[in-house]
């Protein structure tokens, strides 16, 4: 990706929890739209993904690579990266209070719609068929928008995904982590009675 989208952007906690993309009322609509046209995919029974359902996880697997750039797979296999990836940001969104999970799925559920992503900045074509450039001109265009939501809009999304990216093991060592630390046992010492227990034993 071209190196101006690590451009850092000021952010608050805040902000990143309210996740107040496009505006309430245009992810509203799109949402409902979605919904009431039956235009908006639903989680598969028995799916080990608890939140993303089928065009979420496409929309993640077209940023994914443009976010990450060279990082990605990095160490990891190619057949596991993105699924892994997924999953991690699965577990991530789910464990956002309710509020900010519903409109994240006002979010998801407005840019599976190809008219609300196209006013959104985004290309009519789905988001598995776009190119690199597609996509990486949609991030830019948010990250660099006049509209203060759109730009966190953008550094929810990148935060989400380099969050998900550097919490897998095989990413540590790029962040000098040695790992989370290693539990040594206290040692337990003996009490009276073991001490007599053996000392009964050896004399007899």
């Known amino acids: ?29 799109g949402s409902t739209v979605a919904t009431l046209t039956g235009c908006a995919t639903p989680l598969e029974r028995d799916s080990t993904f608890k939140f ?15 976010v990450l750039n060279k990082s990605f797979p990095g160490d990891l296999s190619d057949k596991s990266a993105m699924r892994r990836m997924l999953l991690s940001l699965d577990d991530l969104i789910y464990t956002l209070q309710y509020n900010n999970r519903h409109q994240m799925r006002m979010m998801f559920d407005a840019l599976a719609m190809a008219p609300i992503r196209m006013i959104a ?26 509209i203060q939501l759109k730009r966190m809009g953008y550094v929810s999304l990148t935060k989400l995904i380099n969050i998900s990216w550097y919490s897998q093991p095989e990413s540590f060592a ?31």
């Open 174 to 204: 790029s962040t000098g982590y040695p790992g989370p630390p290693v539990k040594i046992p206290t040692p337990v010492s003996p009490t009276l009675s073991s001490i007599s227990s053996i000392t009964t034993a050896e004399q007899s």
């Open 52 to 66: 993303l359902k089928p065009d979420d996880r496409a929309l993640f697997a077209a940023l994914i690579p443009q």
């Open 1 to 29: 990706m071209d190196s101006k989208i690590d451009q850092a952007l000021p952010t608050t906690r805040r902000g990143f929890l309210q996740l107040g993309l496009m505006g309430t009322a245009t992810l509203a609509l």
């Open 121 to 146: 900045g985004a290309s009519w074509t789905d988001w598995e068929d776009m190119s690199p450039k597609q996509v990486n001109d949609f991030l830019i265009g948010w990250r660099d928008s006049s």
